[in-house]
Structure formats: structure tokens, C-alpha cells
């Protein structure tokens, strides 16, 4: 029970086997008294054996004092998270913006409020980008269960999420260069997770005409090349032939 | 130790509502995974209001009135009985028949009428018919207890009626209320009311009493002490029979 000590008298076997007697008067309704103010001493060695029959805890195999002065091991794996109808509802219109929207992204926010923040919406929303706020739980449950939940790993700290409907990642940085209390962390475009290098690459990228022009320009240039190539010693004979008939 | 605590860790992470997985770290060598409960500021939660649907309020749902003195043709003087305070109550008496909120006694005593009267006027002043129902768990007083006059000697017989009182045991449920309320409508008025009472006794609702009796369970099982009391009397160790009651012999130092 308790830890081995040397037993020298009996005094020190009391003090080994129990240490403490908390138990010595108890309220007793003894003989005719209804009176319970008077109490009655409990003899030494029913003390003494209802401290050693006194109920043990089992050992806490938790370390830190915080944990052991916690909930109890099973009361934990029984906690759930808290039904909240709000959340859902937020998380749920949130998804909605994630998936229909061309273009979200994620902006860290530090001590940025009032004239400068309307300012910077009104200037994005010339070019039809909305700004939201969205807690960081709700948004962590609308990206949960989507393709896009490596998300998470922005969901740090304060964040705005600046969503339109067609990927306009140039007009985004432009206002965001002027703005220093707000800085890019990455984002959904046209389904792709980017990171803040990336979209300035893309923002860099010239339009889909352009790029349809080159495509096509460099599919074709081998084709132009062999005809050029096939045709070329034909002009030059007719070329020379001409020079020939102009002389003679 | 540390596998443990990581299992604890993940399994913890899945279930908070702060959705970044808690990592355990090392603290000394040794794996240690941060405590479970996190307060921040977040989201209000707006709790969806039980329903009560299921309660009925009876006609008449205030407290009776009780006599001071039973009727009876003869009134005759009875002994101290004490063995009516001893013990525990039935088990029909320490169970809450609406289910709801109730007083509970949590040591033995006699109620007199004033006690009877101050309960009654308290809660039907405080209550609302319309939600609420009151209900009386214990008898009107029934028990005579006698005293002799002021300044006589001893001798002469024993004294008249002075009086009458229920014997109230432990564990047992004095009033019950209930309604299509929450517990902090009812909470301080039955507080108010265990406090004035002659015993000990605590405010109670069925959630309270389930989880300690789960508890009391929990406690039996997972007790690391290879004796209890029980079996120290029972077996008459260490020769403790001479220095052991007979109500202990029967409840094992829960009551006396």
C-alpha cells in the first residue's frame, strides 16, 4: 500500500498505515438525544481502519498538471463539438462563394479598420471584387469536405477572403501593392490552389486570345517551315530563269 | 506513456471545434500534448431552447396546505423513535417522480409545520400556474413530541403533546417542481428553500442524480484500494467487531 519505511515502534506503524486521521467524531443520534450538535468520538481503531479502507484513485498517466487537473481520460474522448446552427449556416454560404466564384483569395489583415478598409473594398469593387469576412472555424467547415481543405493551412490569424466571378488576379494585386496592412497569402484560381508567387505569375500571363495566337503560330511553324523549304529551290529556278529571259 | 498521449492528442484534435490539429511537442524529453480545453473568443453559440412539450401542467398545480395536528379522536403520546431518522430513505422516496428539479435531504432531521408553512408560501408566491407544477414528496407531521412545562424537576411522568414533526431520513426528496421551464427558473427558490431547512439538503435534477450514480459506479470499479470498510466488518479483521456498530454492520459508514 504505502511506500516501504523502517517500522521501529508503534507509533511509527500508526503513522505508516495512516497518516491522517480524518475521521475521529462523527454526528451519531446515540441513546435518546435528537440533538446532533453533540457528537460522539469514534473509537482509534475504527479511525484508523476507515483510513486505510479510504477509496484510491487509479494512477494518472497524464504529465502535465493541466491535463490531470482536467476532465477525466474518458469524459474527454466523450466531448463533441457544439451544435451551432449559426456556424452551419455561415459555413454553408461560404461554400456556396467557394464554388461558384472564379477566383478566392486569402488576405492576411493586421491593424487595418474604418476609412482605410472602405476604401480598399470601393477600389476592388470597381473591378468587381467583393471582400468577406469569415471566421476562421467557419472557415475551416466550409472547406472540409471539398477537394480545396489543404485551405486549413492558411486559416491562421486574422483573414479576408476577396472572391468575383472571373478570375481578375492583376487588378487584386494592383490595389493590394498599395495597400501595406494587407498582404496575400495565396488563393483559389479557376479551380487551381496558388500560392502568392504563383498568382503574381499568373497575373504576368498575357490573355487567352494571345495565347491561342501562339499556340497556334507555333503548331503551324513546322508546316510553314517544310513548305518554305520545299518551295524554296522551285523560286529560286524561276527566279533565275526570269533574269536569264530579261537579259537575253 | 508517449504513445498514449499521442493517441489522447489526435483523438482530441478530432473532436474540438478549433479545427488546427493539436500537435503534441516535447517538453524535457519527454511527449507532452497540450490540455484539452482551449477558450478563445469566437463564434456565440445560440443554443436551441428545449422543448417541454411532453409536460403536463395539472388543474391545480400549487403546494396543499398542511395541519399543524393530524386529526385523530385520541391523541396519544409515542416514544422518541429515532430509528425513523436512521438510515437511508426508501428507495421510492430518493427518485424524482416527475423528473424534473427537486429538494433533496442530505441528512436526517424532523420538520416541523413552521418548515411546512415557509415552503409552501415561498414556492406558491414565486411560481407561475400557467408553466409550473409543485408537489409535495413528504406527509403532513404526524409524530408527537412531547415537553414538560418551564422550570419543573424531573419526575411526574412523561410530558404533554407539545408539538408534531415528520421524521425525514437521508437521500429522501422533500418537493418536487417541474414545468416547461429551464433548471435557472426553479434554481433559487428551491435554493432558497434548502438553506432554511432543519438538515442538510441540495437542489437536484434528474441529470444530477443520473450522473451520480454513474459516478458512485465508476468509483466502485475503479477503486485501486484492495479493502474497503465492507470487508473489514464483514470479516471481522484485526478483531474491529468490538469497536464496530451494528448500523455499521448494516450500511458500512455511509449512515450512521
Same mark, same amino acid.
Given at each position: 500500500?504505502?511506500?516501504?519505511?523502517?517500522?521501529?515502534?508503534?507509533?511509527?506503524?500508526?503513522?505508516? =498505515?495512516?497518516?491522517?486521521?480524518?475521521?475521529?467524531?462523527?454526528?451519531?443520534?446515540?441513546?435518546?438525544?435528537?440533538?446532533?450538535?453533540?457528537?460522539?468520538?469514534?473509537?482509534?481503531?475504527?479511525?484508523?481502519? @476507515?483510513?486505510?479502507?479510504?477509496?484510491?484513485?487509479?494512477?494518472?498517466?497524464?504529465?502535465?498538471?493541466?491535463?490531470?487537473?482536467?476532465?477525466?481520460?474518458?469524459?474527454?474522448?466523450?466531448?463533441?463539438?457544439?451544435?451551432?446552427?449559426?456556424?452551419?449556416?455561415?459555413?454553408?454560404?461560404?461554400?456556396?462563394?467557394?464554388?461558384?466564384?472564379?477566383?478566392?483569395?486569402?488576405?492576411?489583415?493586421?491593424?487595418?479598420?474604418?476609412?482605410?478598409?472602405?476604401?480598399?473594398?470601393?477600389?476592388?469593387?470597381?473591378?468587381?471584387?467583393?471582400?468577406?469576412?469569415?471566421?476562421?472555424?467557419?472557415?475551416?467547415?466550409?472547406?472540409?469536405?471539398?477537394?480545396?481543405?489543404?485551405?486549413?493551412?492558411?486559416?491562421?490569424?486574422?483573414?479576408?477572403?476577396?472572391?468575383?466571378?472571373?478570375?481578375?488576379?492583376?487588378?487584386?494585386?494592383?490595389?493590394?501593392?498599395?495597400?501595406?496592412?494587407?498582404?496575400?497569402?495565396?488563393?483559389? =484560381?479557376? #479551380?487551381? @490552389?496558388?500560392?502568392?508567387?504563383?498568382?503574381?505569375?499568373?497575373?504576368?500571363?498575357?490573355?487567352?486570345?494571345?495565347?491561342?495566337?501562339?499556340?497556334?503560330?507555333?503548331?503551324?511553324? #513546322?508546316?510553314?517551315?517544310?513548305?518554305?523549304?520545299?518551295?524554296?529551290?522551285?523560286?529560286?529556278?524561276?527566279?533565275?530563269?526570269?533574269?536569264?529571259?530579261?537579259?537575253? | 506513456?508517449?504513445?498514449?498521449?499521442?493517441?489522447? $492528442?489526435?483523438?482530441? $484534435?478530432?473532436?474540438?471545434?478549433?479545427?488546427? %490539429?493539436?500537435?503534441?511537442?516535447?517538453?524535457?524529453?519527454?511527449?507532452?500534448?497540450?490540455?484539452?480545453?482551449?477558450?478563445?473568443?469566437?463564434?456565440?453559440?445560440? *443554443?436551441?431552447?428545449?422543448?417541454?412539450?411532453?409536460?403536463?401542467?395539472?388543474?391545480?398545480?400549487?403546494?396543499?396546505?398542511?395541519?399543524?395536528?393530524?386529526? %385523530?379522536?385520541?391523541?396519544?403520546?409515542?416514544?422518541?423513535?429515532?430509528?425513523?431518522?436512521?438510515?437511508?430513505?426508501?428507495?421510492?422516496?430518493?427518485?424524482?417522480?416527475?423528473?424534473?428539479?427537486?429538494?433533496?435531504?442530505?441528512?436526517? $432531521?424532523?420538520?416541523?409545520?413552521?418548515?411546512?408553512?415557509?415552503?409552501?408560501?415561498?414556492?406558491?408566491?414565486?411560481?407561475?400556474?400557467?408553466?409550473?407544477?409543485?408537489?409535495?414528496?413528504?406527509?403532513?407531521?404526524?409524530? *408527537? %413530541?412531547?415537553?414538560?412545562?418551564?422550570?419543573?424537576?424531573?419526575?411526574?411522568?412523561?410530558?404533554?403533546?407539545?408539538?408534531?414533526?415528520?421524521?425525514?431520513?437521508?437521500?429522501?426528496?422533500?418537493?418536487?417542481?417541474?414545468?416547461?421551464?429551464?433548471?435557472?427558473?426553479?434554481?433559487?427558490?428551491?435554493?432558497?428553500?434548502?438553506?432554511?431547512?432543519?438538515?442538510?439538503?441540495?437542489?437536484?435534477?434528474?441529470?444530477?442524480?443520473?450522473?451520480?450514480?454513474?459516478?458512485?459506479?465508476?468509483?466502485?470499479?475503479?477503486?485501486?484500494?484492495?479493502?474497503?470498510?465492507?470487508?473489514?466488518?464483514?470479516?471481522?479483521?484485526?478483531?474491529?467487531?468490538?469497536?464496530?456498530?451494528?448500523?455499521?454492520?448494516?450500511?458500512?459508514?455511509?449512515?450512521?
Amino acid at each position: 500500500m504505502a511506500t516501504l519505511t523502517r517500522i521501529s515502534s508503534a507509533a511509527t506503524a500508526v503513522r505508516v =498505515v495512516c497518516p491522517t486521521l480524518d475521521h475521529m467524531v462523527t454526528q451519531v443520534r446515540y441513546r435518546k438525544t435528537i440533538n446532533t450538535r453533540s457528537k460522539k468520538h469514534i473509537s482509534v481503531i475504527k479511525a484508523k481502519l @476507515l483510513a486505510v479502507t479510504k477509496w484510491k484513485a487509479p494512477q494518472d498517466t497524464r504529465m502535465t498538471m493541466a491535463e490531470r487537473c482536467g476532465l477525466r481520460e474518458e469524459r474527454m474522448q466523450e466531448t463533441v463539438v457544439q451544435e451551432n446552427p449559426l456556424r452551419d449556416l455561415m459555413a454553408k454560404e461560404a461554400r456556396h462563394v467557394l464554388e461558384t466564384s472564379g477566383m478566392v483569395a486569402v488576405l492576411h489583415i493586421s491593424d487595418f479598420s474604418g476609412p482605410d478598409r472602405r476604401v480598399f473594398c470601393a477600389k476592388l469593387k470597381e473591378s468587381d471584387i467583393t471582400v468577406r469576412f469569415w471566421s476562421n472555424s467557419v472557415a475551416g467547415l466550409a472547406v472540409q469536405d471539398t477537394p480545396y481543405s489543404t485551405l486549413t493551412t492558411l486559416m491562421v490569424g486574422m483573414n479576408m477572403y476577396a472572391h468575383s466571378l472571373n478570375p481578375q488576379v492583376a487588378p487584386l494585386l494592383k490595389v493590394l501593392k498599395v495597400t501595406p496592412q494587407v498582404s496575400l497569402l495565396g488563393g483559389l =484560381v479557376d #479551380g487551381l @490552389l496558388m500560392s502568392k508567387a504563383d498568382m503574381e505569375h499568373y497575373a504576368q500571363l498575357p490573355s487567352m486570345e494571345q495565347c491561342h495566337g501562339e499556340v497556334v503560330s507555333v503548331l503551324s511553324a #513546322g508546316v510553314s517551315q517544310t513548305s518554305q523549304l520545299l518551295q524554296n529551290p522551285l523560286q529560286q529556278l524561276s527566279r533565275n530563269l526570269q533574269q536569264i529571259s530579261s537579259s537575253a | 506513456m508517449s504513445v498514449l498521449l499521442r493517441r489522447v $492528442g489526435n483523438h482530441i $484534435g478530432h473532436n474540438t471545434s478549433k479545427l488546427c %490539429l493539436i500537435q503534441p511537442h516535447h517538453i524535457a524529453g519527454r511527449q507532452v500534448c497540450p490540455p484539452v480545453c482551449v477558450l478563445s473568443a469566437g463564434l456565440k453559440n445560440f *443554443p436551441i431552447p428545449r422543448n417541454y412539450d411532453h409536460v403536463e401542467i395539472p388543474e391545480q398545480s400549487k403546494l396543499k396546505f398542511y395541519q399543524r395536528v393530524p386529526d %385523530l379522536v385520541k391523541h396519544v403520546r409515542e416514544p422518541r423513535g429515532i430509528k425513523m431518522l436512521r438510515g437511508p430513505a426508501d428507495p421510492e422516496q430518493t427518485v424524482l417522480i416527475g423528473k424534473q428539479y427537486g429538494i433533496k435531504a442530505l441528512s436526517p $432531521g424532523l420538520m416541523r409545520w413552521g418548515h411546512f408553512e415557509m415552503i409552501r408560501l415561498t414556492i406558491n408566491r414565486r411560481m407561475d400556474t400557467k408553466t409550473m407544477w409543485a408537489k409535495w414528496r413528504i406527509e403532513a407531521p404526524y409524530k *408527537p %413530541l412531547t415537553k414538560k412545562g418551564q422550570g419543573h424537576r424531573m419526575g411526574g411522568g412523561k410530558g404533554a403533546i407539545d408539538h408534531y414533526v415528520t421524521p425525514i431520513k437521508q437521500d429522501r426528496i422533500i418537493v418536487e417542481m417541474g414545468g416547461k421551464i429551464d433548471f435557472e427558473v426553479v434554481h433559487p427558490m428551491l435554493r432558497e428553500i434548502a438553506q432554511k431547512l432543519p438538515f442538510q439538503a441540495k437542489v437536484v435534477t434528474q441529470e444530477m442524480l443520473e450522473e451520480e450514480e454513474r459516478e458512485e459506479e465508476w468509483r466502485r470499479e475503479n477503486n485501486q484500494n484492495e479493502f474497503t470498510f465492507e470487508d473489514v466488518v464483514k470479516k471481522n479483521m484485526m478483531g474491529c467487531s468490538q469497536h464496530i456498530s451494528k448500523y455499521d454492520r448494516e450500511w458500512f459508514g455511509k449512515y450512521q
